[in-house]
């Protein structure tokens, strides 16, 4: 298993930008998809965006498509998750998340969480 740090949440007006990162833990992190979901007050957690090992693949949900980008640094361990053009249904927290196929991920099948990171977007 890997160990995961979320950062970079905070409060951005609509239209705005935010970069999130996750510090991942462990010698086999190359190895993992990896994935950013997102849970807003009172609604489940969604699936936002995934990535396979090298990097090489991405998949986004349909209401990020276009505005958020998902990206890994294998060498630095990390895993970041670009989103422009906020909006206000963007705010939840954020939590990146490590499984074995970029299939487990879009279906929750999660091997590691991280502590989420809240982001906040005004209208």
């Known amino acids: 298993q890997v160990q995961l740090v979320e950062s970079g949440g905070g409060l951005v007006q609509a239209g705005g930008s935010l970069r999130l990162s996750c510090a991942v833990s462990g010698r086999t992190f190359s190895t993992y998809p990896m994935g950013w979901f997102r849970q807003a007050p009172g609604k489940e957690r969604e699936f936002v965006a995934a990535?396979?090992?090298?990097?090489?693949?991405?998949e986004y949900a349909d209401s990020v498509k276009g505005r958020f980008t998902i990206s890994r640094d294998n060498a630095k361990n990390m895993v970041y998750l670009q989103m422009n053009s906020l909006k206000p249904e963007d705010t939840a927290v954020y939590y990146c998340?490590?499984?074995?196929?970029?299939?487990?991920?879009?279906?929750?099948?999660?091997?590691?969480w991280g502590q989420g990171t809240q982001v906040s977007v005004s209208s």
């Open positions: 990535i396979n090992w090298s990097g090489s693949s991405t």
């Open positions: 998340a490590a499984a074995y196929s970029t299939t487990q991920i879009k279906n929750k099948e999660i091997s590691s």
